[in-house]
């Protein structure tokens, strides 16, 4: 059998409705030298029997099924069957755009020191409807001096190289919801990376894909990667190679406080609530800060919490040109914490990196091959 150019690994749990979408969107690449590598992590709604199908139908697709064991789990799997020089991610319920892998190859195969190559995405939500574009910092410099403070790729668009991917040990299971973070701060280690200005990847956001439960372990996994990425760049050992997961105790040991965290936690919930107020889901948002005030030490800090909600609603309507509603939402966040622009202004000018940069997406729904 003649190997691939390319190997997309697609974990799946439970992925019906956008699945066949996602699928479709691979096969439509306009890179023909592809395999599919599906990993159905014990669906139970009929995911595997849908890529099945597929299969039969189309001999670039390879489905492997286990009993579930998580998302690094089943990545893992895909990345450890797979072929070609160069492995894509791709997630169930996302679309990609049909020269999303043409135009990621063409930038790896001429710049042999590119380990890891992402791109801007469009954010759409369940029906399809495109709301806003995410362009992430592009130039190996830039993303050097930004990825310690946050992560500046979106993991359903990377490519990496599987000799760089192996080198480095892979996904590490133990940073729960963050274990593409990690992976990037190890491979930023041995070569150059990079993102695209192009948006190749439309990410769906839909019901249930974030909870309380998710973001507190997202930004525990997040601050240790962090951590840890900091110990090895000055020669000191990394002792989370055998970590099952991370735990504020492990953050402890790490010498992150729980006041750090706490801090972190506000920013991630108050940034996520207010992607979706951006989405027009200002009901999932309201939820999803209700969900961070049953905790004791938030509900002594409320008004801080909501301060960061609308600052993070300001800088988002802004970054659209939405000039009004920006300059609303940052009014009523600095009633709340008055110092709270000034101190985000010295953060900002202290780190001297470049974030996301949102954008309206004026397409109202995603149109793709089928």
């Not at 150019?5 to 699945?19: K, W």
């Not at 190289?161 to 133990?174: E, K, P, T």
């Amino acid at each position: 059998m003649l190997v691939p150019r390319v190997s997309v690994v697609m974990a799946v749990y439970n992925a019906a409705p956008f699945l066949t979408e996602a699928v479709c969107s691979v096969l439509a690449q306009t890179v023909e030298d592809l395999e599919l590598i599906v990993v159905d992590d014990g669906s139970t709604d009929g995911s595997a029997d849908i890529v099945a199908s597929m299969a039969r139908r189309d001999g670039r697709v390879r489905l492997h099924r286990q009993t579930h064991g998580g998302l690094v789990s089943a990545i893992t799997v895909g990345c450890e069957y797979a072929r070609a020089e160069y492995i894509a991610r791709m997630d169930a319920d996302d679309v990609a755009a049909p020269q999303r892998l043409r135009r990621q190859l063409e930038v790896l195969e001429t710049r042999p020191r590119l380990v890891l190559l992402g791109t801007a995405v469009v954010v759409m939500d369940a029906a399809g409807r495109a709301h806003y574009t995410i362009a992430y910092p592009e130039t190996d410099g830039e993303i050097r001096r930004s990825i310690l403070h946050w992560n500046c790729f979106a993991h359903p668009t990377v490519v990496m190289r599987a000799q760089a991917l192996r080198a480095v040990g892979g996904y590490r299971r133990a940073f729960l919801h963050a274990e593409d973070y990690d992976l990037w701060l190890r491979l930023i280690e041995v070569g150059e990376v990079a993102n695209l200005s192009e948006p190749l990847v439309y990410l769906r956001t839909h019901e249930g894909q974030v909870t309380q439960a998710f973001l507190e372990q997202q930004v525990m996994s997040r601050l240790a990667a962090a951590a840890m990425a900091r110990r090895r760049a000055s020669g000191r050992p990394d002792p989370l190679l055998s970590t099952e997961r991370v735990t504020m105790g492990t953050l402890v040991d790490l010498g992150v406080g729980s006041e750090c965290l706490r801090e972190e936690l506000v920013a991630a919930f108050a940034s996520r609530a207010a992607d979706l107020t951006t989405q027009g889901q200002s009901a999932r948002a309201n939820g999803l800060l209700q969900e961070l005030r049953t905790q004791p030490w938030a509900q002594s800090r409320w008004r801080r919490v909501l301060a960061t909600y609308h600052w993070a609603c300001a800088r988002n309507a802004l970054s659209m040109g939405a000039f009004g509603r920006g300059v609303l939402a940052a009014a009523r966040a600095t009633t709340l914490a008055p110092t709270l622009p000034a101190a985000w202004l010295t953060r900002k000018a202290g780190r001297v990196v470049r974030g996301a940069r949102i954008v309206p997406q004026r397409r109202a729904h995603l149109v793709t091959s089928r």
